[in-house]
């Protein structure tokens, strides 16, 4: 179902959402409190990205809530400074969502967004349908289930997204859910549409090769990984990206 773009705005910001999805959003769908108090709060984690599952009427979802990480954060926290609408990061993020929905390539459904400007600065939100039965691919190789097949099938995901040219801007195994039947990419925050190019897509690889390694996919020895792991994932990345 193609994606139907509402905003509603107010004197504070706006929310951006898809009435196909959800024909209305409140502010309050963005405040996990609100949530809580219907019992509908189902999980919730700090962290950087501020994570709480919720029960809305579109059905489950994660809310999520930017904040800076790094040295920045100690001085700019969840505030962004402001360029525009278009160019907020809930907006650019949500609107990557739809894209990636259109192309058929497997990451989360996007609800809705929201932003709240204060002057030169402004906070955001973004809602998307949780995708369940899934764990990160840093959970399966914390629990010893990576394997080569996985590995495999980790490549071939990958591939998909760089042949439709989507540069995931954080590509790491806590961003890549695998469930019994596939594999998804969560956490576009910062991605794009790029035009293909093997400096941006091997940067990409590499990213995420740095994650497997500080996660301990190499703990066996570097020849190990090699063979068993990366080998396999960039065999099956290759054929993937050229059929």
Same mark, same amino acid.
């Not at 998909?160 to 998804?184: K, P, S």
């Not at 969560?186 to 740095?210: K, Y």
């Not at 054929?239 to 059929?243: G, Y």
């Given at each position: ?8 705005e ?16 409140e502010?309050?769908?963005? =405040? ?54 278009? #160019?907020?990061?809930? !907006? ?24 709240r400007?204060?002057?030169l !600065? ?16 840093? =959970? ?19 591939a #998909? ?24 990419l ?25 994650s497997?390694?500080?996660? &301990?996919?190499?703990?066996? &020895?570097?020849?190990?990984?090699? =063979? ?10 290759e ?5």
């Open positions: 179902m193609a994606m139907q773009e509402r905003i509603r107010d004197t504070a910001g706006a929310i951006l959402f898809d009435a196909a999805v959800s024909p209305q959003v502010a309050d769908w963005f =405040e996990p409190e609100t949530w809580r108090v219907l019992g509908a709060l189902r999980q919730q984690s700090g962290g950087r990205g501020g994570i709480a599952v919720i029960a809305t009427p579109a059905g489950e979802c994660v809310l999520r809530h930017y904040r800076r990480g790094g040295l920045v954060a100690t001085l700019m926290g969840d505030r962004y400074l402001w360029t525009g609408a278009d #160019r907020t990061r809930c !907006f650019a993020e949500f609107r990557l969502l739809g894209l990636i929905a259109s192309l058929g390539l497997p990451g989360p459904q996007a609800v809705a967004c929201r932003y400007r204060e002057g !600065f402004y906070t955001a939100d973004l809602i998307t349908r949780r995708i369940a039965g899934t764990r990160t691919l840093a =959970e399966c190789l914390a629990a010893g289930l990576l394997d080569g097949e996985m590995a495999e099938l980790v490549g071939a995901l990958v #998909r997204f760089h042949r439709a040219g989507i540069w995931h801007a954080d590509l790491n195994a806590h961003n890549v859910l695998v469930a019994a039947e596939a594999l998804y969560i956490d576009f925050d910062r991605g794009r549409q790029r035009r293909p190019g093997e400096a941006w897509q091997l940067a990409n690889l590499q990213r995420l090769r740095r497997l390694v500080k996660l &301990g996919a190499a703990a066996q &020895g570097e020849a190990v990984f090699e =063979e068993t792991l990366w080998k396999p994932l960039m065999y099956r990345y054929r993937t990206l050229r059929a």
